[in-house]
């Protein structure tokens, strides 16, 4: 059940999630690749698609009405100064790698569209920060994948021992009472071994 769900929905919430800021569920997609109920390749290659057409919609959102939309948002206020400032520093760089920087995923298209920063060179700079974006990330959830199943494993051998000692346990209280119940149903024995006269 949970298999079928996974396969059927699990691209489909990634794509939605890297549309968002939406580390989570490309993290959690490569975890469940590594498990073997999703592909690692599509998973990164979803991870693109969302990342590089939520941006681009952002930017030409941006491009259409973006003093408007962050004047309107009051929390973007204080992150669109954080932006400015890095794009200035940086430039092209920014484009690249504003997908990393918590908090600064879905302003900086905003504000690039807004500041007119030319589609023909946001295109092509939006795609390799998605393609970077999106390989680290399911690289990422990969490994977490990997250290879930080690961990998993560790867990499994850890109730093993707990069985092995349970049961070890188990025999030692039985061998005791009997040998306790022996002792009490034998007959009392005087101190050079023999058994009192009636």
Not at 109 to 124: D, H, I, K, Q, S
Not at 171 to 183: G, Q, S, Y
Request: charge should be positive; charged fraction near 20%; glycine fraction near 8%.
């Amino acid at each position: 059940m949970l298999e079928e769900l996974v396969a059927r929905w699990g691209y489909v919430a990634i794509a939605i999630g890297a549309v968002l800021e939406g580390e989570t569920a490309v993290i959690v997609g490569a975890a469940l690749a590594h498990h073997g109920m999703l592909d690692a390749r599509a998973v990164a290659i979803t991870a693109f698609a969302g990342s590089f057409a939520g941006d681009q919609a952002w930017y030409w959102l941006g491009r259409r009405s973006g003093a408007r939309l962050i004047a309107s948002r009051p929390r973007w206020a204080d992150r669109a100064s954080r932006a400015q400032a890095r794009m200035r520093r940086c430039g092209d760089a920014y484009v690249v790698a504003f997908r990393f920087l918590y908090g600064l995923r879905v302003v900086s298209p905003v504000l690039l569209g807004a500041a007119e920063f030319p589609a023909r060179r946001f295109v092509p700079l939006n795609a390799i920060g998605a393609a970077l974006w999106s390989v680290a990330i399911t690289a990422l959830g990969w490994s977490l994948g990997s250290a879930i199943q080690a961990l998993l494993g560790r867990l499994a051998r850890i109730e093993e021992l707990i069985a092995v000692a349970a049961v070890v346990a188990l025999v030692i209280a039985v061998a005791t009472r009997i040998v306790r119940r022996r002792r009490a149903a034998s007959p009392a024995r005087d101190v050079d071994g023999a058994t009192p006269a009636e």
